[in-house]
Nanobody, 125 residues
Framework: QVHLVESGGGLVQAGGSLRLSCVAS????????MAWFRQVPGNEREFVAT????????DYADSVADRFTISRDNSKNTLYLEMNNLKPEDTAVYYC??????????????????WGQGTQVTVSS
């Protein structure tokens, strides 16, 4: 059975940093896209960042492109999201996603097959 488990969320002041982790088990994702999405209650789940199988190519939502960094360690089956200069509008539940899309649809949440349960990030002003 495949599991994605996120961790690293929490409460931080504006301008602060957090590092999210997503550990996968049950299968290897070393040949798949992995991504981060986020969701605020009442809103659609939105794309944050994605990377190719080896992390060599990345893509970011415009709102986070100069502040967040996605990376992965396939030897640990783990995906990361380094978040710097956090803003109150970054407050959301952050979800890890894996496998499914090709490059043209890398931002489309319905294309990802596996999802974690989410980790809450709260940024206070």
């Amino acid at each position: 059975q495949v599991h994605l488990v996120e961790s690293g969320g929490g409460l931080v002041q504006a301008g602060g940093s957090l590092r999210l982790s997503c550990v996968a088990s049950g299968r290897s994702f070393s040949r798949d896209f992995m991504a981060w999405f986020r969701q605020v209650p009442g809103n659609e789940r939105e794309f944050v960042a994605t990377c190719t199988y080896n992390g060599g190519i990345t893509d970011y939502a415009d709102s986070v492109a100069d502040r967040f960094t996605i990376s992965r360690d396939n030897s640990k089956n783990t995906l990361y999201l380094e978040m710097n200069n956090l803003k109150p509008e970054d407050t959301a539940v952050y979800y890890c996603a894996a496998a499914g899309p090709t490059w043209p649809v890398r931002r489309v949440k319905y294309k990802y097959e596996y999802w974690g349960q989410g980790t809450q990030v709260t940024v206070s002003s």
